[in-house]
């Protein structure tokens, strides 16, 4: 027997060699294979889970979006809605009759409607008939009436227009029926301090978005208020007597950008009443009330001018506004950032934003400490609960969203939309790393091995920067990190100082002083990875978007030795975009008005891969979207010129109609190809022809 078990052994080799052999690294081809999950809702008898399901149609060109319902046991797993339009928001009636969604289907309406299901059978109907933009709703726990959150039509788009001209049956278009063409466009008229948002476009004093509340026997809708200021997120009490949502009272709010929480009777034509008083703080959002109707929990920004580097705090307030807001010590005690909170009796359960993960905690009534109820590295998202049950999306390094159940400190998967994809796939391994910065600050991020990598063998690197800047590099799959991995590249991802999950201070470190930190953080993480052994110093390569486009400028300004760089949607002269995106009220309250001339002094600092473009010398690509209102394509412009003014090796790229996140899948996958290409023309050099290749004789088949 002795004898034959190194037999056994090198028979179990083998086979798990073949089985080895048998997976295959992530395509190009792949990504429109994946399916992007999101927006899980459980059913109010915890039985089900409907959730959105995104694919990708090559052929048109489109990413549809569909409704799907499993079962909480994950037993089954089935498509809801089929229509030639996508679907959105499902929310099941509290009396668990009906699933209702938000679907652009055609029929009379110009925009996006709510549409009904009833769980007992039969096609989906249309609820809503709204002129202007449908943007949330909001069932009654009555599940008798609908708060509907409308933005009044745009008096720009003509499409919006009740006299447009209609073509006739079978024609394509109003002049084919002799009919007269459409109205031009009117004027665009500004007078706002904030004027113009990315997606949203030009904002308009004249346009704002009203609660509405809607009867559906009657099918009649009506303002909750009077109001003349933008109302957002309602959220109905226990009993469903009252609303609380989110507005904005102040004189220029505009200025102000911190919007209050109000509450107002549950009927037409309410006065509202102000329960947060006015201070310096940010944004508040995700409203939710105790079970016993007497207080209303929400989560609140930092001050204005820390706004970039926001970390979500959880607070309370008397519904009757009687006592100002407060915080829970324990909670503030984390000193990370908070979401997705909810009661639970009298148990508050929310994820937390921490070093690379997001995990589930809960603090108890009277408790001292707040309770993990998982350990890292996990990522959870949009979690949802009814009768006991909980679903929630759960990534991982190596698989996207799936749909999870959460019981007893584990996960369970619900639904497996990408397995059957992701058992071909032999994907790079992902673990964390850890590093000092020169000042001695411990920085963290990821590490992301190419798909069958020898140790001890150095490969080309790329540090591909997150943007934000507050945001995190975590343990979830990301389709770019693959994708290099599986063209032999090392990826490195690093939480610099500014990122979130590091805490406050951490967050804070980088404020007015853009390209300092963030820099020596980043080359502290590529220098620890040179010296790992893993990347080859001679074959380095950077890159990233929006602020990881900024800061990809920053590095080619700053370290000569990338030997090739992608920059998407990134800034140049940095003051030329005051009053060009919709940071006006950052650039204010954190650096300042370009006239002050400490504020100038910080902008031209701030600039220097622009201004000093001349120590630039990697190849640069630069991107962006032409319609971007977040971080403008003059940025990419700006840069792009320089470099070619200078002789540089550059090329700029430039996706019609997009926006800041590219989103049409021929466009995101053009991108994919364009970074690959840039990278392996300067990191992947062709291997030269030996002496001997080149002077051999022909054969005769060469002659």
Known sequence: MAKLRPIIAAILLATSSLFAQGKRPLKLDDLARIHELSDPQISPDGKWVAYVVGTTDVKEDKSPTHIWVASYDGREDRQFTFSQDSESSPRWSPNGKYLAFISGRPGPAKHDQVWLLDRSGGEAWQLTDTKGHLRSFEWSPDSKRLALVIED??????????????????????????????????????????YKQDIEGYLLSNRHTYIYLLDLATKKAERLTTGKTDEVEPAWSPDGRWIAYLDDHSPDPDRDEGSHVFIAEAKPGSVERQVTPNSSRDQRSHLQWSPDGKRVMFIEGDEKK??????????????????????????????????????????????????????????????????????????????????????????????????CAFENGALRPITHQNDALFSELELGRTEDVSFEAKDGTEVHGLLTYPVGYVEGRKVPLLLRIHGGPNGQDEHSFSFERQFFAANGYAVLNVNYRGSAGRGMKYSRAIFADWGHYEVEDLEAGMNHVIAMGVADPERLGVGGWSYGGILTDYMIASDPRFKAATSGAGTAFTVAFYGTDQYIIQYDYEIGPPWEAKAWETYVKISYPFLHADRIQTPTLFLGGERDFNVPVQGSQQMYEALRSLGRETQLVIYPNQFHGIKRPSYIRDRYERYLAWYDKYLKPPTPVKKAEVTAKPTSATR
């Open 306 to 403: 820390f706004a970039a580097y926001n970390m979500p705090h959880l607070a309370t307030v008397p519904a009757d506004g009687s006592a100002a807001p407060s915080r829970s010590p324990p909670i503030e005690d984390l000193d990370r950032g908070i979401s997705d909170p909810r009661f639970v009796g009298d148990t508050i359960e929310f994820l937390v934003v921490d070093d690379r993960s997001v995990y589930p905690a809960e603090l108890r009534p009277g408790a001292k400490e707040v309770e993990r109820l998982m350990k890292p590295p996990v990522v959870l998202s949009n979690w949802t609960t009814a009768a006991g049950h909980i679903a929630a999306l759960c990534p991982n390094d190596a698989r996207p969203n799936e749909v």
């Open 153 to 194: 039509p745009d008096p720009n788009n003509p499409e919006d227009q009740e006299d447009q001209p209609v073509a006739a049956a079978g024609t394509s278009n109003p002049t084919a029926a002799h009919q007269k063409p459409p109205k031009p466009p009117k004027p665009i008229v500004i007078d706002r301090y904030h």
